[in-house]
């Protein structure tokens, strides 16, 4: 409260005695001629206390409290900021279909944005792990195909086998080739489990190149549009933010190309 406050108890205390309307024009009294006093005379004289202070009782044992309490009558006005309106809570809910980031808004459901300031006071704090479980985990993780060998998130694609015999024939094919070259035959499993079952590899077309008569069988592999191709097997399961490939795709648009390195 402030002393504005104050005056303004007394003053509507006392206009609300006598029944007429204060006059609240600035800079009226001064240190002789004080607001206290002004305001003061008028609950004298309709038997209130000079300051502005009254009696009261205690609710509990029914006794006068030992001091007066100052009490007036103020206009004020409510804020109509209601908790009720503005909370907003989320877990998981609605995305943006092109990136992936949750979409913005209470009444979408939307995300509480973790912007520019709160990464910098997260960074100001070392709070890495916190940072990128706002920033990816929580936002638009997801595992991309990345080739190791050219770096791009954009030279992957899903492999096409024509028969379903072709397909087990190239998956027994890939295992032994993977058990002979001494690889790691759980990366062959993962791909095809992270591409939709047996057969279903992901290839780079950068890295491959158009098959011709004497390959083999067992290394060609097919897109989507009849073209065989051999080799551009290097490739990995990375966890990136989606808007990253996004990003990708637009510097593309504009003649740039992103590489990423990745090692294991
Ligand atoms: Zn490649």
Redesign the pocket.
């Known amino acids: 409260m402030t002393i504005a406050q104050m005056v303004e108890s007394m003053a509507g205390k006392a206009g609300a005695l006598h029944g007429h309307a204060q006059d609240s024009t600035p800079f009226q009294f001064s240190e002789e001629n004080t607001a206290t006093d002004y305001f003061g005379h008028q609950l004298r004289k309709a038997g209130y206390n000079y300051f502005g202070n009254e009696p009261l009782y205690s609710g509990i044992t029914g006794k006068e409290f030992a001091a007066d309490i100052f009490m007036g009558v103020v206009h004020y006005q409510r804020l109509r900021h209601m908790v009720n309106d503005k909370f907003q809570v989320r877990t998981t809910g609605p995305v943006n279909s092109l990136h992936g980031q949750p979409v913005k808004g209470r009444a979408k459901g939307g995300g509480i944005r973790v912007g520019e300031m709160e990464r910098d006071s997260l960074i100001a704090h070392g709070a890495a792990f916190l940072l990128q479980d706002r920033l990816m985990n929580c936002s638009d993780a997801q595992r991309a195909w990345l ?1 190791r ?4 998130f954009l ?2 694609q899903a492999t096409v086998t024509a028969t379903s015999a072709g397909k087990a024939a190239a998956a027994v094919a890939v295992a032994a080739a993977s058990a002979a070259a001494g690889q790691d035959d759980q990366k062959q499993q993962k791909q095809r489990a992270g591409a939709g079952g047996v057969g279903s590899l992901v290839r ?1 077309r ?2 491959a190149r158009e098959a011709v008569f004497e390959d083999s069988r067992a290394v060609v592999w097919e897109d989507g549009n009849g073209r065989r191709y051999v080799g ?1 097997d ?2 990995t399961v990375v966890a990136v933010p989606g808007v990253l490939k996004y990003l990708d795709v637009e510097l593309a648009a504009m003649g740039i190309r992103m590489k990423f390195l990745v090692d294991n």
């Open positions: 080739c060998c050219c770096g791009s030279s992957t780079c950068r890295c551009g290097d490739v």
